[in-house]
Protein backbone atom coordinates (compact mmCIF):
# COMPACT_ATOMS: atom_id res chain seq x y z
CA UNK A 1 0.00 0.00 0.00
CA UNK A 2 1.60 3.29 -0.99
CA UNK A 3 1.34 6.06 2.02
CA UNK A 4 3.24 9.21 2.45
CA UNK A 5 3.60 10.78 5.88
CA UNK A 6 3.84 14.19 5.36
CA UNK A 7 5.63 16.79 7.83
CA UNK A 8 6.97 20.13 8.44
CA UNK A 9 4.12 22.76 8.41
CA UNK A 10 3.58 25.07 11.31
CA UNK A 11 3.63 28.82 11.50
CA UNK A 12 5.87 31.56 10.16
CA UNK A 13 6.15 35.42 9.62
CA UNK A 14 5.92 36.72 6.71
CA UNK A 15 9.44 36.65 5.30
CA UNK A 16 10.50 33.35 6.40
CA UNK A 17 11.46 30.04 5.59
CA UNK A 18 9.60 26.35 5.91
CA UNK A 19 10.73 22.88 4.82
CA UNK A 20 7.79 20.49 4.12
CA UNK A 21 8.76 16.89 3.60
CA UNK A 22 6.87 13.54 2.52
CA UNK A 23 7.97 10.68 3.27
CA UNK A 24 6.88 8.05 0.87
CA UNK A 25 6.03 3.97 1.27
CA UNK A 26 4.98 0.86 -0.55
CA UNK A 27 6.17 2.71 -3.45
CA UNK A 28 8.96 2.56 -6.27
CA UNK A 29 10.08 6.23 -5.67
CA UNK A 30 12.92 6.91 -7.90
CA UNK A 31 10.50 6.04 -10.77
CA UNK A 32 7.76 8.28 -9.59
CA UNK A 33 7.15 11.86 -10.39
CA UNK A 34 6.09 14.02 -7.49
CA UNK A 35 4.23 17.19 -7.16
CA UNK A 36 3.48 19.44 -4.51
CA UNK A 37 -0.06 20.35 -4.58
CA UNK A 38 -1.93 23.66 -2.31
CA UNK A 39 -5.13 24.83 -0.82
CA UNK A 40 -6.28 27.59 1.20
CA UNK A 41 -9.46 25.98 3.26
CA UNK A 42 -11.90 26.39 1.87
CA UNK A 43 -10.96 26.73 -1.79
CA UNK A 44 -9.96 24.84 -5.18
CA UNK A 45 -6.88 23.08 -5.30
CA UNK A 46 -3.76 24.48 -7.27
CA UNK A 47 -0.31 23.12 -8.79
CA UNK A 48 2.66 24.18 -6.68
CA UNK A 49 5.62 22.01 -7.99
CA UNK A 50 6.67 19.35 -10.02
CA UNK A 51 9.90 16.86 -10.06
CA UNK A 52 10.93 13.72 -12.23
CA UNK A 53 11.80 10.60 -10.23
CA UNK A 54 15.19 11.59 -10.75
CA UNK A 55 15.11 14.68 -10.09
CA UNK A 56 16.81 16.76 -12.55
CA UNK A 57 13.57 18.02 -14.29
CA UNK A 58 11.42 20.67 -12.40
CA UNK A 59 8.39 22.77 -12.73
CA UNK A 60 6.94 25.64 -10.43
CA UNK A 61 3.92 27.76 -10.91
CA UNK A 62 4.95 31.59 -11.35
CA UNK A 63 3.40 32.13 -7.79
CA UNK A 64 5.84 30.33 -6.17
CA UNK A 65 8.68 30.43 -8.40
CA UNK A 66 12.16 32.10 -7.05
CA UNK A 67 10.78 31.16 -3.68
CA UNK A 68 10.58 27.80 -3.63
CA UNK A 69 12.36 24.88 -4.35
CA UNK A 70 11.13 21.41 -4.91
CA UNK A 71 13.79 18.32 -4.31
CA UNK A 72 13.91 14.22 -3.80
CA UNK A 73 16.15 12.13 -1.57
CA UNK A 74 15.64 8.73 -3.50
CA UNK A 75 18.16 7.06 -1.13
CA UNK A 76 15.48 8.08 1.74
CA UNK A 77 12.52 7.98 -0.42
CA UNK A 78 11.19 11.65 1.02
CA UNK A 79 10.13 14.40 -1.17
CA UNK A 80 10.65 18.30 -0.21
CA UNK A 81 9.63 21.51 -0.85
CA UNK A 82 11.41 24.52 0.32
CA UNK A 83 9.70 27.83 1.02
CA UNK A 84 11.66 30.79 1.67
CA UNK A 85 9.90 34.50 1.52
CA UNK A 86 6.87 33.10 2.43
CA UNK A 87 3.71 35.76 2.24
CA UNK A 88 0.10 35.56 3.59
CA UNK A 89 -0.73 34.04 0.12
CA UNK A 90 1.09 31.30 0.95
CA UNK A 91 -0.96 29.98 3.75
CA UNK A 92 -2.62 26.98 2.69
CA UNK A 93 -2.66 22.75 3.32
CA UNK A 94 -0.03 21.26 1.02
CA UNK A 95 -0.02 18.17 -0.30
CA UNK A 96 2.25 15.97 -1.89
CA UNK A 97 1.06 13.55 -4.40
CA UNK A 98 2.70 10.69 -6.74
CA UNK A 99 2.57 10.30 -10.62
CA UNK A 100 2.24 6.90 -12.44
CA UNK A 101 5.53 7.00 -14.33
CA UNK A 102 9.08 9.13 -14.14
CA UNK A 103 7.85 12.56 -15.90
CA UNK A 104 4.08 12.25 -15.47
CA UNK A 105 2.58 13.74 -12.20
CA UNK A 106 -0.59 12.15 -12.86
CA UNK A 107 -1.54 12.16 -9.27
CA UNK A 108 -2.89 8.77 -8.36
CA UNK A 109 -1.82 8.93 -4.34
CA UNK A 110 -1.80 11.64 -1.69
CA UNK A 111 -0.32 12.48 1.78
CA UNK A 112 -2.53 13.54 4.23
CA UNK A 113 -1.94 17.49 4.00
CA UNK A 114 0.08 19.90 6.24
CA UNK A 115 -0.98 23.04 7.34
CA UNK A 116 1.08 26.20 6.29
CA UNK A 117 -0.36 29.71 8.40
CA UNK A 118 2.14 32.68 7.15
CA UNK A 119 1.41 35.27 9.77
CA UNK A 120 2.45 38.28 11.55
CA UNK B 1 -1.05 28.69 -20.16
CA UNK B 2 -3.77 25.72 -20.43
CA UNK B 3 -7.21 26.95 -18.63
CA UNK B 4 -9.61 24.47 -17.20
CA UNK B 5 -13.21 25.50 -17.13
CA UNK B 6 -15.45 23.35 -14.40
CA UNK B 7 -18.63 23.63 -14.32
CA UNK B 8 -21.05 24.38 -12.62
CA UNK B 9 -19.15 25.42 -9.44
CA UNK B 10 -22.23 23.46 -6.82
CA UNK B 11 -24.93 21.70 -7.37
CA UNK B 12 -27.66 20.60 -5.24
CA UNK B 13 -29.53 17.06 -6.47
CA UNK B 14 -31.27 14.06 -4.60
CA UNK B 15 -30.20 10.46 -4.10
CA UNK B 16 -30.84 8.72 -6.99
CA UNK B 17 -30.28 11.24 -9.57
CA UNK B 18 -27.74 11.41 -12.35
CA UNK B 19 -25.70 14.10 -12.04
CA UNK B 20 -23.01 15.21 -14.78
CA UNK B 21 -19.79 17.64 -14.12
CA UNK B 22 -18.13 19.47 -17.19
CA UNK B 23 -14.64 20.40 -17.88
CA UNK B 24 -13.23 22.72 -20.82
CA UNK B 25 -9.72 23.28 -21.80
CA UNK B 26 -8.74 25.99 -23.41
CA UNK B 27 -6.63 23.67 -25.95
CA UNK B 28 -6.58 20.42 -26.98
CA UNK B 29 -5.10 17.85 -23.90
CA UNK B 30 -5.73 14.57 -25.26
CA UNK B 31 -7.20 12.54 -22.84
CA UNK B 32 -4.64 13.60 -19.95
CA UNK B 33 -7.43 14.53 -17.54
CA UNK B 34 -8.64 12.92 -14.21
CA UNK B 35 -11.12 13.25 -11.55
CA UNK B 36 -10.96 13.70 -7.93
CA UNK B 37 -13.02 13.88 -4.92
CA UNK B 38 -12.87 15.84 -2.03
CA UNK B 39 -14.31 15.37 1.23
CA UNK B 40 -14.03 18.20 3.67
CA UNK B 41 -10.78 18.03 6.04
CA UNK B 42 -9.37 14.84 3.66
CA UNK B 43 -6.63 14.68 0.32
CA UNK B 44 -8.21 14.37 -2.99
CA UNK B 45 -9.09 10.70 -3.89
CA UNK B 46 -8.46 9.34 -7.71
CA UNK B 47 -11.44 8.23 -9.44
CA UNK B 48 -10.90 8.52 -12.83
CA UNK B 49 -7.84 8.42 -15.05
CA UNK B 50 -6.88 9.25 -18.28
CA UNK B 51 -10.61 11.00 -18.97
CA UNK B 52 -12.15 7.52 -18.93
CA UNK B 53 -10.86 4.96 -16.84
CA UNK B 54 -12.18 3.80 -13.56
CA UNK B 55 -9.59 3.34 -10.94
CA UNK B 56 -9.58 -0.22 -9.36
CA UNK B 57 -12.16 -0.31 -6.50
CA UNK B 58 -13.86 3.07 -7.23
CA UNK B 59 -17.72 2.11 -7.41
CA UNK B 60 -19.39 1.75 -11.20
CA UNK B 61 -21.62 4.57 -10.63
CA UNK B 62 -19.01 7.21 -11.49
CA UNK B 63 -18.12 7.45 -15.14
CA UNK B 64 -15.80 9.68 -17.36
CA UNK B 65 -15.76 10.55 -20.70
CA UNK B 66 -14.46 13.16 -23.44
CA UNK B 67 -11.30 13.89 -25.29
CA UNK B 68 -9.36 17.32 -26.46
CA UNK B 69 -11.08 19.86 -24.99
CA UNK B 70 -14.31 18.80 -23.72
CA UNK B 71 -14.89 16.16 -20.72
CA UNK B 72 -17.47 15.02 -18.79
CA UNK B 73 -17.79 13.72 -15.05
CA UNK B 74 -21.19 11.60 -14.43
CA UNK B 75 -22.63 10.42 -10.97
CA UNK B 76 -25.41 7.68 -12.43
CA UNK B 77 -26.73 7.34 -9.49
CA UNK B 78 -26.03 9.93 -6.70
CA UNK B 79 -25.71 8.20 -3.02
CA UNK B 80 -25.62 10.12 0.34
CA UNK B 81 -21.63 9.44 0.94
CA UNK B 82 -21.12 11.33 -2.88
CA UNK B 83 -21.82 14.45 -1.09
CA UNK B 84 -18.03 15.90 -1.92
CA UNK B 85 -16.05 18.33 -3.94
CA UNK B 86 -14.90 17.16 -7.49
CA UNK B 87 -12.09 18.39 -9.29
CA UNK B 88 -10.45 17.70 -13.03
CA UNK B 89 -7.02 18.31 -13.46
CA UNK B 90 -5.20 18.41 -16.82
CA UNK B 91 -1.77 16.96 -16.20
CA UNK B 92 1.31 17.67 -18.62
CA UNK B 93 4.34 15.45 -17.45
CA UNK B 94 5.16 17.61 -14.25
CA UNK B 95 2.88 20.65 -15.00
CA UNK B 96 -0.74 20.41 -13.74
CA UNK B 97 -3.79 22.52 -14.02
CA UNK B 98 -6.93 22.14 -11.65
CA UNK B 99 -10.48 22.83 -12.72
CA UNK B 100 -11.78 25.11 -10.10
CA UNK B 101 -14.09 22.27 -8.53
CA UNK B 102 -17.87 21.79 -8.01
CA UNK B 103 -19.40 21.16 -4.78
CA UNK B 104 -22.04 18.42 -4.62
CA UNK B 105 -24.52 18.40 -1.88
CA UNK B 106 -27.25 15.93 -1.24
Known amino acids: EVQMLQSGGGFVQPGGSLRLACAAS????????MAWVRQVPGQGLEWVSG????????YYADSVKGRFTISRDNSKNTLFLEMKSLRADDTAIYFC?????????????WGQGTLVTVSS | DIQMTQSPSSLSASVGDRVTITCQAS??????LNWYQQKSGKAPNLLIYDASNLKTGVPSRFSGSGSGTHFTFTISSLQPEDAATYYC?????????FGGGTKVEI
Open chain 1, 26 to 33: GLSFSTSA
Open chain 2, 27 to 32: QDVRDY
Open chain 1, 51 to 58: ISGGGINV
Open chain 1, 97 to 109: AKGTTTVTADLDS
Open chain 2, 89 to 97: LHYDNLVLT
